[in-house]
């Protein structure tokens, strides 16, 4: 697995951990934890990297409703971190991200987010309609 998402295959890890990890029969130890954790950023490194904001969004959706095995509150602060640039850019994407942070980050890290810019900009445009 670990030589798949150096390979670039994070889609694959990603999706194939995501299954292990929930089924009632997988694996249950810390180091697959933490690889699901590196696959989850690399994919979600891959989707920004390809400016796919509609993957973005729908990575970023999918994340807020794993199961709580997965323990995705560990890494959601890089994941809006990672997602938070080409948030700038699509409203839809800008929307996803405020919500996830404002249900995630603590309020010092939510007001941080919501003076980037070009995210805050994005975000009002998007609301005004």
Same mark, same amino acid.
């Given at each position: 697995m670990s030589n798949a998402l150096t390979d670039g295959k994070t889609s694959l890890v990603?999706?194939?951990?995501?299954?292990? =990890?929930?089924?009632p029969l997988g694996p249950r130890s810390k180091p697959w934890? =933490?690889?699901? +954790?590196? $696959?989850?950023? $690399? +994919? =979600? &490194? *891959?989707l920004v990297k390809a400016r796919n904001t509609a993957g973005v969004n729908t990575f970023l959706q999918q994340i807020t409703r794993t199961a709580p095995t997965l323990e995705t509150e560990r890494i959601i602060h890089q994941v809006i971190e990672k997602a938070l640039p080409l948030g700038a %850019?699509?409203? *839809?994407? *800008?929307?996803?991200?405020?919500?996830? $942070?404002? *249900? %995630?980050?603590?309020?010092?890290?939510?007001?941080?987010? =919501?003076? &980037?810019?070009p995210f805050a900009q994005r975000l009002r445009s998007g609301w005004r309609g």
């Amino acid at each position: 697995m670990s030589n798949a998402l150096t390979d670039g295959k994070t889609s694959l890890v990603y999706d194939t951990l995501s299954r292990w =990890l929930t089924n009632p029969l997988g694996p249950r130890s810390k180091p697959w934890l =933490l690889l699901f +954790h590196r $696959a989850a950023l $690399a +994919h =979600l &490194e *891959a989707l920004v990297k390809a400016r796919n904001t509609a993957g973005v969004n729908t990575f970023l959706q999918q994340i807020t409703r794993t199961a709580p095995t997965l323990e995705t509150e560990r890494i959601i602060h890089q994941v809006i971190e990672k997602a938070l640039p080409l948030g700038a %850019e699509d409203t *839809a994407l *800008a929307q996803t991200l405020f919500l996830l $942070a404002a *249900a %995630e980050l603590q309020v010092n890290d939510f007001q941080t987010i =919501l003076r &980037e810019r070009p995210f805050a900009q994005r975000l009002r445009s998007g609301w005004r309609g």
